[in-house]
Structure formats: C-alpha cells, structure tokens
C-alpha cells in the first residue's frame, strides 16, 4: 500500500498568518495601551503623593512639640526650630529646707528659680525629668524658661540676653535642675513658670528644600532635607552655613518648595508648608498647614 500523502505550510499561508497576527496584536495593543499608562501614571502619583505626605507629617510631628517662639522662617525654602523632649514647672518659692539643690556648687538662692541673681539651681515641681549632660555645654541639654520674644531669637541665645541654659547636672532622672550659673532677664519669669527641655543629640533643627528646580528629563532636581546637632545660633544661617549638621534627606524629586509663618499672632501661629515633587514631567503638590502652640 502507498502511504497516504503530507502536506505542510506553504510560505505563503505562514506570511499570511504573522501578518494576521500583528494586525490583530496591534489592535489589541491600542486597546490595551491606555489602561496601562493610567495605572503606571497612577502608581508614579501615588508613589510621590506617599514621600511628600511622609515628609511633611515628619515636619508636622515636629513643629507641635518645639519650644514656644522658636520658629524662624526668614527665606521660604527653610525652616528652624528648636524641639523639645519634655518639660515642667519650675518652683518660685523656697521650700525653706534643704533640697535638691543643696549641694549644688555656687548656689545660695534655694530651691526656687530666682530672677533677682544668677541661680544655678531649681526644683521641679512634680515628677522628675530624664536629663542628659553631654561632653560640653553645646552638646547636653538645654533649658528654655520664658522663651516670649515672637522673633524666635530669644530660645537660642545662652547669654543674660536670651532664655537658653545648658544642663550642668549629671545623667539621669533629676528632681532639681542644675544650669549653668547666668542670670535670666526679668521678663522671663511668667505666670506659667513652664520650662522646655531641648535634646542635647539634636539642638536646633532645620528643614530645608535644596537646588529647586526641573530637569531634562521632567524630574525634579531639588531635595526636603532635615538638619540637626549643629548648635545654636543666635542669628539665623542658611543650610550651607551650618556647622558640621547630621542630615537626612525626606523627600527627593522636589521641584517647589516653600514655608510660610507669621509670627506676629504668638498665640495660636500657623505654619504654611508647600511641597511640589515633579517625576516625568508630572507633578504632584501638597500643602499642609501646622499649628505652632507658642504659649510658653
């Protein structure tokens, strides 16, 4: 018997399939194409939207718990701050006995916070307070009493003229304060007689946006950076002029970026934060507006 014949595909019917078959797949592609970008579109939005949201709530958590009139915001691209990491009630009496204080070298005012001399030790009234002495004055804690000036100096500067002693105590849970020995002006002592307490391991704080601006590519150049441990100056420096900060870059992709506070309302002061991330010529922008407390 002779075997029954084979055929195969001629070239013409493969050609004319893959012809087929790209027709087909290129109108599939049209359809689907669309869909595709938006969610890649979405996804890119909802990635910037999470980072500027991050940092700005950073900044948020921040500002809420600074010392009173700290903030100062004389360019709008950055902001300073000094944090705190608690605070009391100082006593304005003598005890008449001996307290915490008692052994305290120089000090012949008692356990009260006197106003009248240079008093190198207070009581707190209520539970005592976790406090930490650094190396050196720069680098312990710092206590802030009376901090009322709407300018934001006042909280930096550790002379008679500002409001800012170093913790001169040891490490630990204290019921006294020691500082250093230099007398407060007058106008500090307020009703409140409420006292902050700045980290030694942060000092002041700066957030600033750094080379705002668009590249080539429609990707923002710029930077939402935090600075700390640089000190405390009694006029205010640009980043660039900080010394020696530790840093920490928030946000990436930034294009626009501004801080707006008016310091003239002491009481209940807002701070008006803009932040713009720009990725492939799409830009998200948030703004986020931060209730300053600045009742010392």
């Not at 055929?7 to 493969?14: A, K």
């Not at 980072?51 to 903030?71: F, M, Y």
């Not at 006197?114 to 650094?134: K, P, Q, V, Y």
């Not at 409140?192 to 700066?206: D, I, K, L, N, S």
Request: hydrophobic share 40%; aromatic share 8%; net charge negative.
């Amino acid at each position: 018997m002779r075997p029954p014949s084979q055929r195969g595909f001629t070239l013409v019917e493969m050609i004319m399939v893959i012809t087929i078959t790209g027709i087909i797949g290129s109108m599939v592609a049209m359809f689907i194409r669309a869909p595709v970008q938006g969610y890649v579109d979405s996804a890119r939005r909802a990635e910037m939207t999470d980072i500027a949201d991050t940092a700005l709530r950073r900044l948020g958590r921040d500002l809420r718990t600074a010392v009173p009139n700290s903030v100062r915001v004389p360019n709008p691209t950055y902001i300073e701050f000094l944090p705190t990491k608690d605070g009391g009630r100082y006593r304005a009496r003598p005890t008449g006995g001996a307290g915490g204080c008692a052994a305290a070298a120089g000090n012949t005012l008692g356990d009260a916070l006197n106003f009248d001399d240079a008093d190198s030790c207070f009581e707190i009234i209520g539970t005592g307070i976790a406090l930490f002495r650094g190396a050196d004055d720069e680098h312990s804690d710092q206590i802030i009493v009376g901090s009322t000036q709407s300018d934001g100096n006042l909280p930096y500067i550790a002379t008679a003229a500002g409001v800012r002693r170093p913790y001169t105590g040891a490490t630990g849970t204290q019921t006294a304060i020691r500082i250093a020995q230099v007398q407060f002006p007058v106008f500090a002592e307020l009703e409140g007689r409420r006292f902050e307490v700045v980290p030694g391991e942060q000092q002041a704080v700066t957030y600033a946006c750094l080379n705002l601006d668009v590249d080539a590519n429609g990707d923002g150049t710029g930077t939402l950076t935090r600075f700390w441990s640089y000190g405390f100056n009694a006029a205010q420096a640009a980043p660039a002029a900080l010394a020696a900060p530790s840093s920490a870059i928030l946000a990436d992709k930034v294009s626009a970026c501004s801080f707006v506070y008016d310091p003239n309302n002491q009481r209940n002061s807002l701070v008006a934060a803009t932040l713009t991330l720009t990725r492939g010529n799409e830009s998200v922008r948030l703004y986020h507006e931060i209730h300053v407390n600045n009742i010392p």
